[in-house]
């Protein structure tokens, strides 16, 4: 190549290099980073409620502030490589739910972090205490009502007169469902009724599943809250409607997609509170002086058009301490 033609390209490639720096803009700060254990549909809810409280703090995206999302699709194994993308963007906050509240504190421990999460966040080593955190991560502590599994038995005993044996559903694999297993031979005892645990770890089998709890011989489920049995909510209902069980839920989301009943923290109002402790951060509260929070809001919710396709009749009087009656 000639001095002259490799000047020229030396020059063009100069101008070439601003300009494509130019075309990738820097987002507007503050940039707040997301990561969902769910699937982008599962927690369209919950990011809706997010974006709703933050514009009610003030927050526009795009124009004071950025939202980089990313979901986990149900699966622990996917957070952690997601929660070092979110880091690699230098956020000024993170908010994660369950695992991935996991995978961000394991990626950073400078970054703040609001966290959403089913264990203890002292035991899990979030937190020195729940009133001063101490280090980068603060947010809501879910399962913090100890008597919240024992609750949940006792309407379902309600709801379903006669109920003595339960099958109990969970991915001891996922720290959201582990963390209940402790608790739940009292609570049972104290209710009243017998529990199987019946362990699940591959939704992709399902049958296998719904042939175990056909031999156990049980009354009613009780479904675990990870996020693994959250995003197949859809098929996790229809199974426990072709074995014609009643089942209860510990998220409104599968008492609207058919489930018979469900009790637990409002999720979506899990995301609001988020959006407010992150706002405090924001404007320079440091995480670790930020107390864990505890859910503002439980709601029991039964869908009486299920139970009448069940052939149940739910007490009048339970569905008069429901919260939410689906007809």
């Known amino acids: 190549m000639k001095r002259r033609e490799f000047i020229t390209l030396l020059g063009g490639a100069a101008v070439a290099w601003?300009?494509?720096?130019?075309?990738?803009?820097?987002?507007?700060?503050?940039?707040?980073g997301v990561l969902s254990p769910l699937s982008a549909a599962a927690a369209s809810r919950n990011i809706a409620a997010l974006r709703s409280a933050l514009r009610d703090l003030g927050y526009v995206?795009?124009?004071n502030v950025t939202l980089a999302l990313r979901y986990g699709d149900g699966s622990a194994e996917r957070?952690?490589?997601?929660?070092?993308?979110?880091?690699?963007?230098?956020?000024?906050?993170?908010?994660?739910?369950?695992?991935?509240?996991?995978?961000?504190?394991?990626?950073?421990?400078?970054?703040?972090?609001?966290?959403?999460?089913?264990?203890d966040p002292v035991a899990a080593g979030f937190a020195q205490s729940m009133a001063k955190?101490?280090?980068?991560?603060?947010?809501?502590?879910?399962?913090?009502?100890?008597?919240l599994v024992g609750k949940k038995l006792d309407f379902f005993k309600l709801a379903v007169p006669g109920l003595t044996r339960v099958g109990v559903m969970l991915?001891?694999?996922?720290?959201?469902?582990?963390?209940?297993?402790p608790s739940l031979t009292a609570a049972a005892r104290a209710v009243g009724v017998n529990?199987?645990?019946?362990?699940?770890?591959?939704?992709?089998?399902?049958?296998?599943a719904a042939a175990q709890i056909m031999r156990a011989n049980v009354q009613g489920l009780f479904v675990g809250v990870a996020p693994f049995w959250f995003t197949a909510q859809r098929e996790i209902t229809a199974m426990v409607a072709r074995l014609k069980l009643p089942a209860v839920y510990g998220w409104r989301e599968f008492a609207d997609a058919g489930g018979l009943m469900s009790y637990g923290p409002n999720l979506p109002e899990l995301y609001r509170q988020s959006a407010r402790v992150a706002d405090r951060i924001l404007k320079g509260a440091?995480?670790?002086?930020?107390?864990?929070?505890?859910?503002?809001?439980?709601?029991?919710?039964?869908?009486?058009?299920t139970a009448k396709s069940m052939g149940l009749a739910i007490p009048e009087a339970f569905l008069l301490l429901a919260d939410e009656v689906i007809e």
Request: hydrophobic fraction near 40%; avoid cysteine; charged fraction near 20%.
């Open 286 to 305: 440091k995480p670790g002086d930020l107390p864990f929070e505890l859910p503002t809001r439980y709601e029991l919710v039964v869908n009486l058009k």
């Open 79 to 119: 957070t952690p490589p997601l929660a070092r993308e979110l880091i690699a963007l230098n956020p000024d906050v993170v908010i994660a739910g369950a695992s991935g509240a996991s995978a961000a504190y394991n990626a950073t421990r400078t970054v703040p972090i609001v966290a959403i999460i089913a264990e």
């Open 133 to 147: 955190p101490s280090g980068n991560v603060t947010g809501t502590w879910n399962l913090g009502d100890n008597a």
């Open 61 to 63: 995206e795009g124009r």
């Open 171 to 181: 991915n001891p694999d996922d720290p959201a469902d582990s963390v209940q297993i």
């Open 195 to 208: 529990i199987e645990v019946i362990e699940v770890h591959d939704l992709g089998n399902l049958d296998a």
């Open 18 to 32: 601003p300009l494509a720096a130019q075309a990738q803009p820097s987002p507007v700060r503050p940039l707040i």
